[in-house]
């Protein structure tokens, strides 16, 4: 079956130094990879997402990820963090295979909640 | 602006009760589905429909119902069969079963007395 394990439930760290949330998957076939954000009370917005290509990814407020095939991992890091990003991450996960039954089912990991201090 | 509306933002029901959440989506997009959020615990699929008129049960269904009468529209139903209905509650669509993104609405909050 298809998980998405996120390593850390809480990172705290200090503004202004770098910051990395863990995130492994399972999964025996080719998988698209997403990572969203959700401040307090609000629905999830997109950081970034992985479908196909390189494996440095790129996304919005700075932050980036990393595909990792052989180690089932997608990363997500940010070199220095602002007050602002105070939220909670969460990596997912789906499948890109046609005729699966499992395409266009969306499974998230526990989420990551990133305290930043002043 | 295009986008996902969930109403009512906050929502306060007596234990037994039926209560239906609302979804509307005006991004022209075939696939809706409803998860379930606590704390601890990510997010959970109730619900999914990739098409009118076309629904299937997602991880955690019982207790749960929904309709797909209008390409918009994808409300779901929380029943007097589901033991813990108290939670945050996630309306997501995307434009096709393909899931290469999923949009989110703003949830609603379910309290249950």
């Known amino acids: 079956a298809q998980s998405v394990t996120q390593l850390d439930s809480q990172v705290p760290v200090f503004e202004e130094a770098p910051v990395e949330l863990r995130c492994n998957y399972s999964?025996?076939?080719?998988?698209?990879l997403f990572w969203y954000v959700q401040y307090p009370n609000q629905g999830l917005q997109l950081l970034l997402k992985?479908?196909?290509?390189?494996?440095l990814v790129k996304g919005i407020n700075g932050f980036e990820a990393e595909f990792n095939k052989s180690q089932t991992s997608f990363h997500l890091r940010k070199p220095s963090v602002h007050i602002s990003d105070t939220a909670e991450y969460f990596c997912a996960v789906t499948y890109s295979s046609p005729g699966s039954s499992n395409t266009g089912k969306l499974i998230f990991g526990q989420g990551t909640t990133l305290q930043v201090k002043p | 602006d295009g986008g996902i509306t969930q109403s009512p933002k906050y929502l306060f029901r007596k234990e037994g009760q039926n209560v239906t959440l609302s979804c509307e989506q005006n991004?022209?997009?075939?696939?809706m589905y409803w998860y379930r959020q606590d704390p601890g615990q990510g997010l959970r699929l109730i619900y999914y429909?990739?098409?009118?008129?076309?629904?299937q049960k997602g991880d955690i269904a019982e207790g749960y119902s929904v309709s797909r009468e209008k390409k918009e529209s994808f409300p779901l139903t929380v029943t007097s069969a589901q033991k813990n209905p108290t939670a945050f509650y996630l309306c997501a669509s995307s434009i096709d079963r393909g899931y290469t993104e999923a949009f989110f609405g703003q949830g609603t909050r379910l309290t249950v007395v």
């Open positions: 429909s990739q098409i009118v008129n076309d629904f």
């Open positions: 992985y479908l196909s290509g390189s494996t």
């Open positions: 999964s025996s076939v080719s998988v698209y």
């Open positions: 991004l022209n997009h075939d696939a």
